[in-house]
């Protein structure tokens, strides 16, 4: 089994951090009367090549989750929080999200991340899939948690180690390591807690 250190390890943010696709399936339910999406119905990170729904509200519905996500009612995913504050007790966390701006995604995880000094927590939006493997490269970060084959492939590709976050959209056969929860990553860290 692998171990790694804290400091060699940064994350994605949407379906590995953020529980986006259940903030998703909410605001379609809530705000379109869509009642038909389940999780598991995602298949494909694409969200328009799975789920039977206009590309204008599912364009609307995304927007909604990176404006404002204490409005969409963003919840962390399960054992996110535990390990990053975890992780923070040896080093500064990084994210790297494809999302254009960071500040309201920023602000979400200084508020589920209350306990950890904000100087701990650095983000970096690239506004696009493919600027990662570069943005990790230059963090110099050697692992990353990822929930988009694609992306893991770049940042292989690029040298370096992709971890997947199993969703259903990302369930293709990959080489990659596969994690299911954030506990069984827990137990990959060489951490103090």
Same mark, same amino acid.
């Given at each position: ?43 494909? *990170? ?19 989750? =990176? ?6 009612? =963003? ?18 966390? *990084? ?14 995880? *200084? ?8 100087? +701990? ?38 040298? =370096? +180690?992709?971890?997947?976050?199993d969703q259903p959209w990302n369930r293709d056969d990959t080489p990659f390591l596969r ?5 069984? =990553? ?8």
């Amino acid at each position: 089994m692998i171990k790694i250190k804290p400091q060699d390890i940064a994350f994605d943010i949407d379906g590995v951090v953020a529980d986006t696709m259940s903030s998703f399936i909410q605001i379609a339910k809530d705000h379109f009367g869509i009642n038909s999406i389940r999780k598991e119905d995602i298949t494909s *990170y694409w969200l328009e090549e799975c789920l039977d729904i206009p590309e204008t509200v599912i364009k609307e519905i995304i927007n909604k989750i =990176l404006e404002d996500p204490f409005g969409t009612k =963003l919840k962390p995913i399960e054992g996110a929080v535990d390990t990053i504050k975890a992780i923070c007790k040896n080093c500064p966390v *990084y994210f790297v999200t494809a999302r254009p701006v960071k500040e309201p995604i920023t602000e979400w995880l *200084y508020t589920i991340l209350e306990d950890v000094p904000q100087e +701990r927590i650095r983000v970096v939006a690239t506004g696009q899939h493919a600027m990662k493997p570069r943005v990790l490269k230059e963090i110099g970060k050697t692992y990353f948690l990822e929930d988009h084959l694609e992306t893991c492939q770049a940042i292989h590709l690029a040298g =370096l +180690r992709p971890i997947v976050f199993d969703q259903p959209w990302n369930r293709d056969d990959t080489p990659f390591l596969r994690i299911h929860n954030w506990n069984q =990553l827990k137990r990959l860290l060489e951490t103090d807690g």
